[in-house]
T-cell receptor
Framework: ELKVEQNPLFLSMQEGKNYTIYCNYS?????LYWYRQDPGKSLESLFV?????AVKQEGRLMASLDTKARLSTLHITAAVHDLSATYFC????????????FGKGITLSVRP | EAQVTQNPRYLITVTGKKLTVTCSQN?????MSWYRQDPGLGLRQIYY???????DKGDVPEGYKVSRKEKRNFPLILESPSPNQTSLYFC?????????????FGPGTRLTVT
């Protein structure tokens, strides 16, 4: 059974500082997704990582994937209030099945 | 505009009263899914469909039914809702081709069963 773990589950961040959050998964997969969710809203796709060593950046967020360690990191540079949200990683199983297995999510709160 | 729509967005109902939540996508995707989101549990897949008339159970299918008579629509049916089905529900539509199989989520339906 594929399991996806995120930690920490809650992170209080100070504006201007850098942080890293983690996503571990238990079995081989060929794609990993990061989503953002604002309170009461749907999921917004941030990144899709497809191969070992993949790195993608958008603004203050940078995601990377290490398939050998079954680990993805989301690095936040100089946190700002607008980044306050819940971030989910999800792992897709190998093959055409569209099923995603989600982690429980990490809630980020940026304080002044 | 490419989108996934769900209706209703909010629903309060009573135990045992059958309900249907509709989902529609305009991207001609073959794959569609239903998820439920509960605090502290993330999203869990209820059912998915790989094409018209092809559906299968996800991780938490008990108490739910689905149908896929047309490619664009994938309704979620609760024949006899119970309070433990109070949740936030998302429909998702997935790109058909590799490599990303990116999923597009609907706006969500907040269901309360009393």
């Amino acid at each position: 059974e594929l399991k996806v773990e995120q930690n920490p589950l809650f992170l209080s961040m100070q504006e201007g500082k850098n942080y890293t959050i983690y996503c571990n998964y238990s079995t081989t997969s060929d794609r990993l997704y990061w989503y953002r969710q604002d309170p009461g809203k749907s999921l917004e796709s941030l990144f899709v990582l497809l191969s070992n060593g993949a790195v993608k950046q958008e603004g203050r967020l940078m995601a990377s994937l290490d398939t050998k360690a079954r680990l993805s990191t989301l690095h936040i540079t100089a946190a700002v209030h607008d980044l306050s949200a819940t971030y989910f990683c999800a792992v897709g199983r190998t093959g055409a099945n569209s099923k995603l297995t989600f982690g429980k999510g990490i809630t980020l709160s940026v304080r002044p | 505009e490419a989108q996934v729509t769900q209706n209703p967005r909010y629903l309060i109902t009573v135990t045992g009263k059958k309900l249907t939540v509709t989902c529609s996508q305009n991207m001609n995707h073959e794959y569609m899914s239903w998820y439920r989101q509960d605090p502290g549990l993330g999203l869990r897949q209820i059912y998915y469909s790989m094409n018209v008339e092809v559906t299968d159970k996800g991780d938490v299918p008990e108490g739910y039914k689905v149908s896929r008579k047309e490619k664009r629509n994938f309704p979620l049916i609760l024949e006899s809702p119970s309070p433990n089905q109070t949740s936030l529900y998302f429909c998702a539509s997935t790109e058909s081709g590799p490599p990303t199989y990116e999923q597009y989520f609907g706006p969500g339906t907040r269901l309360t069963v009393t």
